[in-house]
């Protein structure tokens, strides 16, 4: 059976809770969730407008930018958006191309061509002999998305060939080294831009830029108003995927991207957009939830680039051809099956490589976990690590090794940046590493084979000193105890108002006591289990528990509780309202549970 876990409940603030519940009307849950989130105005909270969107002029280098771009659109200048392969990157490509083609004057139409890098042949960010053959092609000014802000080099050859460069990323710039020498850097992490914003993703950097562009072509008061009626929202679809996908913080700004965007994507019309949400068996009557565009759009998107050629999300999003967009869009989620079984057979040998690093008691040790083959295919090296740091609580750090070269992705806990630990041991002697970068939960890298156990150890070194026990215990975080009279199908609803949920802002995670078990624990495809439950109340409710690579093996736990009609549970859980006409009603989706009163679930409070 799993290690237990520490229950942490956040504290109330009183205070707060009973004036918000008071504007509100709310329940006193929703009420008390939203003060312990700070939430002080639920006016752009609960129902976010465009004017939620802060001024894109307020970029460092949008200015330049936009000048320079409107310059060679007037002029008939080549301009190539140098773009990335996953979902950020294709999603920047199609909004700046879309935007840029959109600033022409009639009859003279904008030269925009884009590059998406393969990731096995190219690799991340941008290449110098890329840049080459642009140049050569006629192609005077470049743009890059997602991509450009540790592009020294390349900045270097774009000058050297007379091309002017405008880098536009939310990368971590390199502190020491400063930002690449370009005609404008448009990026919120760089130093001294003003912009309030500092997590905007990459699509979202270039959507502002596709903003200002937007807003400087529209002159007229029926142009303006058509741009913020309809072109404005029609952006905002695809910026609230990447969004989404990104995982970045969904508060301020960007849960009104979300937001907005969500709210457009029910019944789109454009044919890409359209035909993938058909493959992915999404509901075209309503807007998606973050969880399905996280879940079953983004993975079919990012596909492309893990697979086979990200272009094909381009294209996917660029037609007006309803019978391409259903191919291409099958082709995704065929390539999303190929990666989905690619991942299965590399997830069964990580586990016997795990099995060899722990102790006699199953535990790890305090330190980055490091695992490398040579068949492990390099498009899902992230999804694997995101599972190794699920499985063992640590950080990791998951290789495929070819031709003499490693390529490794990585991914973190909280209060373990990753990148600032990459960059301590490389900067030990500057010779680790050929390539990395990333943020504090997930890195990028690459080195020669030969260097693989200078990794190992340096990394380990650096890492037992500071993954201190109290990283390490598995945690979970509860917002609030509910009594058993809260979980009522009027709570379900305000919980969806205020969605949408996700890194920074989560899903709402409850905690209640003495669930009586009403019936036998229903078990479903020999690994997920129902539990009917009674209330206090005597209300009739479910508990779902869904067994996935991060969550227990629900069967076995159960029977190792000893759980029977009659018994009593204390659960950590997500609230639904399952509202088929014959079984539907309030429903627990399970995190955890332990016997009532159990010693394993006495929940601590910070």
């Known amino acids: 059976m799993p290690a237990p876990k520490r229950w942490v409940v956040t504290p109330p603030v009183s205070a707060a809770t009973a004036a918000l519940r008071s504007q509100l009307d709310c329940p006193e849950p929703i009420a008390s969730l939203l003060a312990s989130r700070g939430i002080t105005d639920p006016k752009p909270f609960l129902d976010p407008s465009l004017d939620d969107l802060l001024d894109p002029l307020t970029l460092l280098g949008m200015t330049a930018a936009v000048a320079r771009i409107e310059q060679a659109v007037r002029q008939g200048e080549k301009i190539l958006i140098y773009g990335d392969y996953d979902v950020d990157g294709t999603v920047a490509t199609v909004l700046l191309k879309t935007a840029i083609e959109r600033t022409a004057a ?32 006629g192609i005077t000014l470049v743009i890059s998305v997602d991509t450009g802000i540790r592009a020294f080099a390349a900045a270097a050859e774009a000058r050297a060939l007379g091309l002017d460069l405008i880098v536009t990323d939310h990368h971590l710039p390199d502190g020491a080294a400063g930002i690449p020498d370009a005609l404008a850097v448009i990026n919120p992490a760089q130093p001294g831009c003003p912009y309030l914003n500092k997590n905007l993703c990459g699509a979202a950097v270039a959507f502002k830029l596709a903003q200002a562009l937007l807003q400087n072509a529209a002159q007229t008061p029926d142009q303006q108003l058509r741009l913020k009626q309809t072109i404005i929202p029609s952006f905002l679809k695809l910026v609230a995927i990447a969004t989404i996908a990104d995982s970045v913080s969904l508060t301020g700004e960007n849960r009104a991207i979300a937001w907005l965007g969500l709210r457009e994507l029910a019944n789109p019309i454009q044919p890409g957009l359209r035909a993938l949400m058909q493959v992915a068996k999404l509901p075209l009557d309503r807007p998606p939830t973050a969880t399905e565009v996280g879940f079953r759009l983004a993975p079919r998107i990012n596909a492309a680039g893990r697979m086979d050629v990200a272009s094909d999300v381009v294209e996917l999003f660029l037609t007006r051809d309803s019978h391409i967009a ?25 586990e016997m490589q795990l099995l060899t690093m722990t102790s006699p008691e199953g535990l790890y040790a305090p330190e980055v976990i490091v695992l490398s083959h040579p068949e492990w295919h390099r498009g899902v090296l992230g999804i694997l690590a995101s599972r190794v740091v699920d499985r063992t609580g640590r950080p990791a750090l998951v290789m495929t090794e070819s031709d003499g070269d490693a390529h490794g992705s990585g991914r973190s806990i909280a209060g373990f940046h990753l990148l600032d630990a990459l960059t301590a041991i490389h900067d030990i002697d500057a010779t680790l590493f050929t390539r990395f970068g990333g943020h504090a939960h997930a890195v990028g890298f690459s080195l020669p084979t030969t260097r693989l156990p200078l990794l190992r150890d340096r990394i380990k070194l650096h890492s037992t000193s500071l993954l201190i026990q109290e990283m ?68 009739s409710l479910s508990a779902m528990g869904w067994s996935r690579s991060s969550t227990p093996d629900w069967p076995t736990r159960c029977a190792a509780f000893d759980l029977r009609p009659g018994s009593a549970i204390d659960a950590v859980f997500r609230l639904r309202e399952n509202k088929h006409p014959q079984y539907g009603g309030v429903e627990l989706e399970l995190i955890d549970l332990a016997p009532a009163q159990s010693p394993l679930n006495s929940p601590t409070y910070k």
């Not at 969806?496 to 479903?524: K, Q, Y």
């Open 326 to 350: 259903r191919e291409l869009a099958q082709k995704l989620d065929d390539l999303n099956q190929d990666r989905r079984a690619t991942e299965a057979a590399a997830l069964e040998a990580i």
């Open 106 to 137: 009639p009859g003279k139409p904008a030269q925009v061509t884009y590059h998406v890098p393969h990731r096995i042949r190219e690799g991340y960010g941008m290449q110098t002999n890329v840049l080459g053959l642009a140049a050569n092609s």
């Open 472 to 539: 390490l215990i598995p945690e979970i975080v509860c917002d609030l105890e509910l009594m058993q009279a809260d979980l009522t199908p009027d709570l379900c609803q305000w919980i969806d108002r205020c969605a949408p949920f996700g890194n920074a802002a989560p899903e709402p995670v409850f905690l209640t006591r003495n669930l009586i078990l009403s019936a036998p624990i229903r078990i479903i495809k020999e690994r997920h289990i129902c539990i009917p439950l009674v209330s206090a109340t005597g209300n």
